[in-house]
């Protein structure tokens, strides 16, 4: 059997949950009804600012639901705001947690010890709900497009983890 020297790993869907579509569009919908949108255009808004909430265009999820706002004529109620960013917090907590079976993979890899990456295209507010979760501890590497302006499947994405990680993808060799 072939002998692998590191081993990377995506986050939603394969460490933690993916989101529900019916529950992470739900939560953007009723987002846009707290702060006085119609819950349509402030989908559409959201969607529309995924690739600049991906890579860093947005440095809070704060400042992308404010251009949102902006861009749909709505001033911006702070109380509203602080209630609409509640109800993402509130998505993480039902959504982020170990998938069965990740913690144990992630310890047995590291008791056999191999170096782990993380890969994860992300909005801005799952760097930090990562960097507390039980999983982190295990991972030597990660990375978030939300942090480098990277997005899959740009192959520099996956450049930095390998690079982080002291290994060169399957085919190539490392610089000396």
Same mark, same amino acid.
């Given at each position: 059997?072939?002998?692998? @020297?590191?081993?990377?790993? %995506?986050?939603?869907?394969?460490?933690?949950?993916?989101?529900? +579509?019916?529950?992470?569009?739900?939560?953007?919908?009723?987002?846009?009804?707290?702060?006085?949108?119609?819950? %349509?255009?402030?989908?559409?808004?959201?969607? /529309? !600012?995924?690739? @600049?909430?991906?890579?860093?265009?947005?440095?809070?999820?704060?400042?992308?639901?404010?251009?949102?706002?902006?861009?749909?004529?709505?001033?911006?109620?702070?109380?509203?705001?602080?209630?609409?960013? %509640?109800?993402? $917090?509130?998505? *993480?907590?039902?959504?982020?947690?170990?998938?069965?079976?990740?913690?144990?993979?992630?310890?047995?890899? +590291?008791?056999?010890? *191999?170096?782990?990456?993380?890969?994860?295209?992300?909005?801005?507010?799952?760097?930090?709900?990562?960097?507390?979760?039980?999983?982190?501890?295990?991972?030597? $590497?990660?990375?978030?497009?939300?942090? !480098?302006?990277?997005? +899959?499947?740009?192959? @520099?994405? *996956?450049?930095?983890? !390998?690079?982080?990680? /002291?290994?060169?993808?399957? /085919?190539?060799?490392?610089?000396?």
């Amino acid at each position: 059997a072939p002998r692998f @020297e590191a081993v990377i790993f %995506d986050l939603f869907g394969t460490l933690v949950p993916e989101f529900s +579509k019916r529950d992470f569009f739900g939560n953007v919908r009723d987002m846009g009804g707290v702060l006085g949108a119609d819950p %349509d255009r402030f989908e559409a808004a959201w969607t /529309g !600012t995924a690739f @600049e909430r991906q890579t860093g265009g947005f440095a809070t999820v704060e400042d992308n639901v404010r251009q949102i706002c902006a861009s749909l004529g709505l001033a911006t109620n702070e109380d509203a705001l602080a209630r609409a960013l %509640d109800l993402r $917090v509130e998505l *993480y907590r039902t959504w982020f947690f170990p998938r069965r079976g990740a913690l144990e993979t992630l310890m047995e890899l +590291k008791g056999r010890g *191999y170096p782990i990456a993380l890969i994860s295209m992300c909005a801005p507010d799952a760097p930090a709900m990562w960097r507390t979760s039980a999983l982190a501890p295990f991972v030597d $590497v990660e990375v978030f497009s939300s942090e !480098t302006g990277l997005r +899959k499947p740009d192959a @520099e994405i *996956y450049r930095r983890a !390998t690079d982080g990680l /002291g290994e060169a993808p399957s /085919g190539e060799t490392q610089p000396e």
